[in-house]
């Protein structure tokens, strides 16, 4: 038998069945990389959607409507050493009806529809500004009073004039006075500074991030003051001194585990052991920040134990060929060489902290509670769970302040990232 | 008030320190010895000293002084010994607050004397407590300024207390999974005292909502957990079809097809989508992708429920995508170069190696990485809150609204919650469900990646 019968006919390449068969496999191959390009842009543009609805509906909650309103309190019955009891209500009220022509002999029903173009707490506002400074009690001075969510909507252009007055929150009459004062020029929509430096109200108007910024703030740090020494202990621990048996080895896995543990399980855990069995007070941010600290520690472990690791071992040997203890060597020379890199992944670690919604929820951090808290162990939300408040609240003017408080949320994130980003640029080295 | 013991008992121990610096650097100028450790190490000691004993009967103190007062005033307080666990709480509750000043009703006599017995113990206590955190500080204080010797060996001491610390510390990891483990066992031993475990197990009925007080309407309850996991199932199955394909196609187009410059660009901007706090996302579900699934629905003649389960769990799809793009990218960066250059040496297209090769070859390690993320989807919890529905339901249509474990948790502990009433209960019980799952899935998912890596 000859060799060339064996062989099988010698292929065509440019024969027509050929060419189409490589076109095809040519265009599975273009397909595949379009499935990849539309995956690629439906995440990205998922993202983009993300942020957009966000910012357009929460940008207009960073302005608030307010009417200037000039009232003259010299002539009022008020008692200069006793401020808290004059009769604000009838006062500010009075002041309110001076702003428009003819406003006295409206008909107690449109007064009322009046009033109500105004914040409820207008009468505290100008109490307030009084008690702090009581100068203005000698003549007369502008104060700037809120308008109240349904009108601060009308004046954004979010409540539809041409609706029927049936179907929208603000009634005719209202709308009448509220163009009045506009055309009088006391109407101005300033920055709402009130979204940072007032707490949580039933009010959309008033209500703010205050109490839940500085929460968060507190939750932090004590989850830092927590988290940080002693996770960076225990990484110390493993990777340098542990024996390497089981108990070590059980550590490591657990740390491992740890990470994957459901955050709402953290919660529970703070639930049952820290409200439940050592009686600490609920929604206080002492009890948040331990919450959060056990969710933060296997983070800061893990990148501690990879930035040691990272240092080369000549380093220690130079120390300690100098005479240095194994104490000395690693807590002079290489964890300071490690901190850049460990100090990284802790903002990041603190940054998902922030973010973590579920455990805090379950701890109680989800009160209603209208004043800032002033130390750890006080009542308090967090800018997460506020998020969440407010998401749930019925009142229209929230969904823009949601919205809000979760563009200062992310921008707080974004700064935190940063940061770590800009220290791991700048400081850390590659050996 | 224990927050400024912390911090007056932190200042008190670095001027010990230095004072400890100081009397050991003046000793060895007049003993005119070679001292064994230097004297920052004598002055640590001190610190350490002082410090550290002071510091664990201040945290003693912190977590164990409500219970004693507690403890106290109920003793105190005539015929509490009758009440039940539920009453006796609810009494302490009435005499804090009334030891605040805040009073709901007209007091009765003996809840002002309880209250002031309240307000006595607090302020006994805080004298108490300065009192033993001082002896203890000055009594640390004195020994270590006693043993400034030469000879004595203060860096060995100082190190064994470090070494101390750190063992310490990295036992909390384990700690922290024992005290998760033991007080979900213990809250579901008594929930399954009240309900038994295979009604809990296998019932089909979940209506969790029976009255904590005797005056509320509620239903009557039942404990079946079984639709409550198949709604689960259900948003968690929404959750992977759109992160699975979506995770492994972006992976595959970042580590075969783009450039190096396209990548630095699109990777970190993905990441993104996992660094978004989950209550962003819930908010987003609620805000814009519910109404838009429901109105696409409709336009198909499809009715779909306001909360409904493909909202919810393809938003949480799409916070998974990073997870699955990445853990796939690890993947297939494992796989040999041999492989894939073998497969073009044999004239396969780029599209042909990746499908017949490079697939085949990491899908041990995608695999792992789609348990893992199936795990996150089980566990996640503020989108479904926000966005899936109350009432559990057994159904397969994605655009009915169905219940997760996550969001039951929460909804059965947001508000009133007694530790004795099985309403509060079941949350633990389907807590320890939800960490078994995910335990699980997580062990398997890592000995999948693991076994596969010993492969190549």
């Known amino acids: ?431 | 008030m224990a927050g400024w013991t912390l911090l007056v008992l932190f200042l008190v121990s670095i001027a010990a320190a230095f004072a400890g610096l100081f009397r050991a650097k003046a000793h060895q100028v007049s003993a005119g010895k070679q001292f064994h450790s230097r004297p920052i190490y004598h002055g640590l000691n001190i610190a350490v000293w002082t410090g550290v004993p002071a510091f664990i009967f201040l945290l003693l103190w912190i977590l164990t002084q409500g219970a004693i007062n507690d403890y106290f005033v109920i003793a105190s307080y005539p015929g509490a010994e009758a009440l039940s666990d539920s009453e006796r709480s609810l009494l302490l509750s009435e005499v804090r607050q009334a030891a605040r000043g805040n009073f709901f009703t007209d007091p009765t006599p003996q809840l002002l004397a309880a209250a002031e017995h309240l307000k006595s113990l607090h302020s006994l206590g805080a004298y108490a407590m300065i009192a033993v955190v001082a002896a203890l500080a000055v009594v640390g204080a004195a020994l270590g300024m006693r043993v400034i010797r030469p000879e004595y060996r203060a860096r060995h001491s100082v190190e064994r207390s470090m070494t101390i610390f750190m063992l310490v510390s990295s036992t909390i990891a384990i700690l922290t999974t024992l005290g998760i483990v033991l007080s979900l066992l213990y809250e579901s031993w008594q929930f399954f005292k009240l309900v038994p475990v295979h009604e809990f197990l296998f019932g089909l009925r979940w209506e969790p909502q029976i009255a904590i007080r005797a005056d509320q309407v509620a239903g009557q309850g039942a404990f079946g957990a079984v639709p409550v996991l198949w709604g689960t199932a259900v948003v968690a199955a929404c959750a992977m079809i759109v992160a699975v394909p979506v995770g492994i196609m972006s992976a595959i187009y970042l580590t075969e097809y783009a450039d190096e410059r396209f990548r630095a660009v699109v990777k970190p901007l993905l990441e993104i989508l996992a660094g978004i706090p989950t209550v962003v996302y819930g908010f987003f579900a609620v805000l814009t992708v519910a109404p838009l699934v429901r109105s696409l629905a409709q336009s198909i003649g499809i009715d779909a429920a306001p909360n409904s389960a493909i909202a919810a769990g393809g938003v949480m799809g799409v916070m998974l995508i990073p997870f699955v793009s990445s853990l796939s990218d690890d993947a297939f960066a494992a796989v040999p170069r041999a492989m894939r250059e073998g497969s073009y040496a044999l004239g396969a297209t780029k599209g042909e190696t990746i499908r017949k090769v490079l697939l085949p070859a990491a899908l041990p390690g995608i695999v792992g990485g789609v348990l893992l993320s199936l795990s996150r989807a089980i566990g996640e919890t503020m989108i479904v809150v926000m966005a899936a529905g109350l009432i559990a339901k057994m159904t397969l249509n994605p655009f009915e609204s169905v219940t997760t474990v996550t969001v039951q948790i929460v909804t059965l502990l947001i508000g009133d919650s007694e530790f004795d009433n099985p309403k509060t209960l079941a949350a633990f019980a389907l807590g320890l469900l939800l960490f078994l799952i995910t335990l699980g899935l997580n062990l398997v998912a890592l000995r999948t990646v693991r076994k596969y890596r010993e492969k190549y």
């Open chain 1, 1 to 431: 038998m000859s060799v060339a019968a064996t062989l099988p006919e010698p292929v065509n390449w440019q024969s027509d069945a050929m060419k189409a068969r490589r076109k095809a496999r040519y265009a599975a191959d273009r397909r595949l990389q379009a499935y990849g390009m539309i995956a690629i842009f439906f995440a990205l543009g998922f993202l983009a959607i993300l942020v957009g609805t966000l910012t357009a509906s929460g940008y207009k909650a960073f302005v608030q409507t307010k009417a200037s309103v000039q009232l003259d309190l010299s002539g009022a019955d008020i008692d200069a050493d006793n401020l808290m009891d004059a009769n604000w209500r009838g006062i500010v009220r009075n002041g309110l009806l001076g702003q428009l022509d003819g406003a006295a002999e409206l008909s107690r029903q449109d007064q009322r529809e009046y009033f109500n173009l105004f914040t409820s707490s207008a009468p505290y506002i100008v109490r307030d500004m009084v008690i702090r400074n009581p100068a203005l009690l000698e003549g007369e001075a502008v104060y700037d009073i809120p308008l109240s969510d349904p009108l601060d909507q009308l004046a954004k252009g979010e409540i539809d004039r041409d609706l029927p007055e049936s179907r929208r929150r603000v009634s005719d009459v209202q709308i009448g006075f509220y163009d009045r004062l506009d055309e009088r020029g006391i109407i101005s929509q300033p920055f709402n500074w009130g979204l940072f430096t007032n707490a949580d109200s039933r009010f959309p108007e008033l209500a703010g991030l205050k109490g839940a910024i500085s929460g968060s703030f507190w939750a932090l740090l004590v989850c830092f003051l927590i988290s940080f020494p002693v996770g960076i202990a225990a990484a110390i621990y493993l990777e340098e001194f542990a024996p390497k048996n089981r108990l070590t080895d059980v550590i490591e896995i657990n740390i491992n585990n740890l990470a994957a543990v459901p955050s709402v399980v953290f919660g529970l855990l703070g639930l049952a052991v820290f409200l439940g069995w050592f009686g600490l007070p609920r929604s206080a941010p002492l009890v948040g920040g331990m919450v959060l600290s056990l969710m933060t520690l296997p983070t800061i472990i893990i990148v501690t134990r990879a930035a040691l690791k990272s240092v080369p071992s000549a380093i220690r040997e130079a120390a300690l060929g100098i005479g240095a203890s194994k104490h000395e060597a690693i807590l002079h020379h290489n964890l300071p060489l490690a901190m850049p890199t460990i100090l990284t992944g802790t903002i990041i670690g603190l940054a998902q902290a922030l973010g973590e919604t579920a455990p805090l929820l379950l701890i109680g951090m989800n009160a209603f509670i209208t004043s800032d808290p002033g130390g750890v162990m006080e009542a308090s939300t967090a800018l997460p769970t506020q998020i969440y408040i407010w998401a749930d609240s019925p009142e229209r003017g929230f969904v823009a302040r949601t919205s809000a408080a979760i563009l200062v949320l992310l921008g707080f994130l974004v700064l935190m990232n940063t940061a770590a980003i800009l220290l791991r640029n700048r400081f850390e080295r590659r050996w």
